[in-house]
């Protein structure tokens, strides 16, 4: 079955730091993947999207690469800032599903001052 | 230009009650989705309509759930004798498009369950 993994289901760094979040799927052909930002208590806000033919997409401090081969996708955050505290979830989409995404469950990423 | 609204923010219903969650999408959305995220897990896929079409329910329990997408007025999702088990966070998200996700999905703050 299809599976998403994104690995430690907590991130802590020093605020100015770069935070590396990942994410991991098996058993899936997606067509696109989709990072998300939730706050407690709020509805996930969309931050980048990246297609299987992308192997990089940029937008102000954040960074995504996309390996399909590896099956896997990174989340930059560089120079780290108390604001960038909250949940971060990956979302897979295939062309037939189009519609309907996967979501992981999240990386709780904590930037300390 | 209103984002998502979903109501109400909190409902809490007792076991055998019905709940109706209401959602309207963006302006000019008219793609709707609804998932559900259980405390201390990810989203999962409900739902997704368009006016007046179920185009995906694959997600949705076979039983006690279902969804509508009216030409007028919002999405609503209406869960029949609620269970404990139902107490979740509903979300709906709306695009314009599926097939032009340059810009993701847009999800309303959501609607928290509660059944007692």
């Known amino acids: 079955s299809q599976k998403i993994e994104q690995n430690s289901e907590a991130l802590n760094i020093q605020e100015g730091k770069t935070a590396t979040l990942t994410c991991n799927y098996t058993?899936?052909?997606?067509?696109?993947l989709q990072w998300y930002r939730q706050d407690p208590g709020r509805g996930p806000v969309f931050l980048l999207l990246?297609?299987?033919?992308?192997k990089e997409k940029r937008k102000e401090r954040l960074k995504v690469t996309f390996d399909t081969t590896l099956k896997q996708s990174l989340f930059h955050i560089t120079a780290s800032q108390p604001a960038d505290s909250a949940t971060y979830l990956c979302?897979?989409?295939?062309?037939?599903?189009?519609?309907?995404?996967?979501f992981g469950d999240g990386t709780t990423l904590t930037v300390k001052p | 230009n209103a984002g998502v609204m979903q109501n109400p923010r909190h409902l809490v219903r007792r076991r055998g009650q019905e709940a109706r969650l209401r959602c309207s999408p963006m302006k000019g959305h008219s793609h709707v989705y609804w998932y559900r995220q259980l405390p201390e897990e990810g989203l999962k896929f409900m739902v997704y309509?368009?006016?007046?079409?179920?185009?995906?329910e694959s997600g949705m329990p076979k039983e006690r759930f279902s969804a509508e997408f009216p030409k007028e007025g919002p999405s609503i999702l209406r869960i029949q004798q609620v269970v404990r088990g139902d107490s979740a966070a509903y979300f709906c998200?709306?695009?314009?498009?599926?097939?032009?996700?340059?810009?993701?999905?847009?999800f309303g703050s959501g609607t928290r369950l509660t059944v007692v």
């Open positions: 058993n899936y052909s997606p067509a696109y």
């Open positions: 979302a897979l989409d295939g062309s037939t599903n189009a519609g309907k995404s996967t």
């Open positions: 309509l368009q006016k007046e079409n179920i185009i995906d």
């Open positions: 990246i297609r299987e033919n992308e």
């Open positions: 998200a709306s695009s314009q498009n599926p097939g032009q996700p340059n810009y993701g999905y847009t």
